[in-house]
């Protein structure tokens, strides 16, 4: 690395210094000294935005030419998080002739210092770094490590429950499932073979012996007047055996639905009502003969799929051993296919056997609590300004083997992680070291805003670690100036980056975009601070965020995102401006003002964003429990969704019996879609599940 020049060289030459466009050339971070002394005889140097450039720029040499950069381009408006892709843009080079060293090594020391963070962070060791894993844990302590190497100050000083460590804040997530502990079945005091009864996930611990009863398909308010319960039905002191699914045609596939389709009256949280209303003292849950549904393991069931926690044991059985158990205790010795038929029948209910007829069921479960960490370091602040805050943070955790937000024929195999989210994790990192030398540098009598280094766990269920961190905050919020986001920037391409949140203060855009024309970057430019990703909980609290991002790829919550494929040269251009930008804010006397972005209309920028013919109308999110569905966090008026009487807090489940995964899923129903097509969107409000019909309207189309 050249070193800078010489405090006199630098008073010789004010002029020249103060031009955003040569610091952007220069290369040693270190010497904001020198800047400080320069401002005192030449007062055009003055701006936050000088100060801030030549903070991070340092001094080029003497005789070194102006930096020629490219063009830059900025693109004010919406961008889709789901579909920004920017087209690659490298030269296929000869492997034989090219030195990875060579090129890390002219990249400098901090590309270089980036690249072994990413590599690190997405190594299997750390097992795709999924909350509640050890491989998430070696990751903690990792951050944690670096944060300590840079000087930084431990962030949660009475959070800690160890007594060792201020570093991590501890949160519950939502997305802990029970775990079975042990199951056992007793009929007529004979054990039913190990592997063929397993516990729901909202079972309670216990041991019930009692007589069975039938009860169909544990409906209680059926199509045509369907049910399955006698009028002030109680099933108190009774194992109750059900059907899952609804009555069946002769092919196995609904009778109520249209197409044999199975309608919500199937639904398996809807039995566990109805038997828990009725007292019923334990449930064995069955397939029936010939079913031809979804061939879902029920027992894999998140908890919150199935109403929460239930009061009594709670098992699936397999259909086999309940026939012989069914034809056993039942006095004309019936076989389950005859028990179908019972249960298909329009007046099916429940059957309570002999009382000698019993069953022992016992369950024990843990109590489904996981929990993880944020880890947290502080640069402290100087002057008048120390009291004030920036927030510069990651998400650190990714989706493990794929059992969750991945495709299914990737389940069971590492998803390293690089680009989502060890690039933005050694970003942050990066820019601990960066911002720490120039604090350094700058004295104790400069007047610098503290800076909150946030990694965030949990994103990838639903921002759990940023609303942890929202709930109950380590720093004032009324301090806070702003909160910068680093998320998946480890794969630029055509020098593009998206920048959300420029509109989340009063004039953002406009004292952003010197910063932008001087980085030589493409720079997409969406107003919303809102987003599926951890600055979107900042927001919502009304705090300005900027969200940095390169795009998504085909690598995306795949097996296949991993260290190598991240580019350390992009990565450089994207910290560069991430600094210079934190660099502005840890300067700047005036406090950045919030301001929600929203258009003429009165709706979100970003929200549906004009990248489908049809408009639904519903700002998208992720599920709090990391269960399968789109959760609606705002619903814009007189759009598609407001009409049909979707509401916020909404789980949307299916469209026309297809399930929506994810709102990436959503994004490909509606653009598939036309305007006047009817859609059956099947959705969770405050627990229950309802189908509701949508007239598609068209998309506004972009500004």
Known sequence: MKRSRSTRSILSNPTRFCEVVHCVSVEDLRNVRFFLEHIVIDFRCCSALALACCALAGAAPQDAEPAKLAKPEIIVGPVSVYTFSPPESFVKVNADDVSLAQILGDLGPDAIEWYQHVQTLSNPWFEGRVPGSEGIEHAANYIQFWMEQRGLEPAFENASDRGATAWRQKFELPGGQPKELAVGLKFDGADVAKGEVATLKCSASGDVTAPLAFCGYGIAD????????????????????????????????????????????????????????????????????????????????????????????????????????????????????????????ADAKTIRFPETATATLTTSMDDGKLLTENIGGILRGKGTLADEWIVIGAHYDHVGYGNYGADAENRGEVHPGADDNASGTAGMLLLTKQLSEAYEAMGDDANLRSILFLAFSAEEVGLNGSRAFIKSPSIPADKLDFMLNLDMIGRLRSNELEVGGVGSAEGFMEKLRPFFEASALTIRADPSGRGPSDH???????????????????????????????????????????????MWRAIETDRLVFESATNSDGTTRGQDRGYAAVRLGVQPGMTEDGTVGVKVEGVS??????????????????????????????????????????????????????????????????A
């Not at 398996?268 to 549904?293: F, M, Q, S, T």
């Not at 969200?547 to 990565?571: L, R």
């Open 222 to 345: 059926g199509k045509d007047g369907y049910s399955n319960f006698a009028e002030g039905e109680d099933l108190a002191g009774r194992i109750v055996i059900v059907f899952r699914a609804e009555p069946l045609r002769e092919d196995g596939k609904s009778a109520w639905g249209e197409d044999g389709r199975f309608t919500p009256a199937s639904s398996l949280r809807k039995k566990l009502d109805a038997l828990a209303e009725r007292n019923a003292a334990g449930i064995i849950v069955v397939e029936p003969p010939n079913y031809a549904g979804k061939k879902s393991d029920l027992a894999a069931l998140p908890i919150g799929q199935l109403g929460g926690a239930r009061a009594m044991p709670c098992v699936v059985l397999d259909a086999e051993i309940a026939g012989s158990m069914l034809s056993a205790a039942d006095p004309e010795h019936r076989s389950l296919a005859a028990f179908r038929a019972l249960a298909d029948s």
């Open 536 to 582: 979107a909980n900042f927001y919502g609290a009304g705090i300005p965020v900027l969200f940095f991002f390169t795009g998504v790829h085909e690598s995306y919550h795949k097996p296949g995102d991993k260290g190598y494929t991240v580019t350390p040269q992009g990565a450089k251009k994207v910290l560069d401006l991430a600094g210079k930008i934190a």
């Open 637 to 702: 008026e007189g759009t598609s969704a407001a009409d049909a009487g979707i509401k916020e807090g909404d789980v949307l489940l299916s469209w026309n019996g297809d399930e929506l995964a994810s709102s990436g899923v959503m994004m490909e129903k509606l653009r598939a879609a036309k305007v006047g097509d009817k859609v059956e969107i099947r959705l969770v409000r405050d627990g229950h599940e309802e189908t509701v019909t949508v007239t598609l309207k068209a998309g506004k189309p972009r």
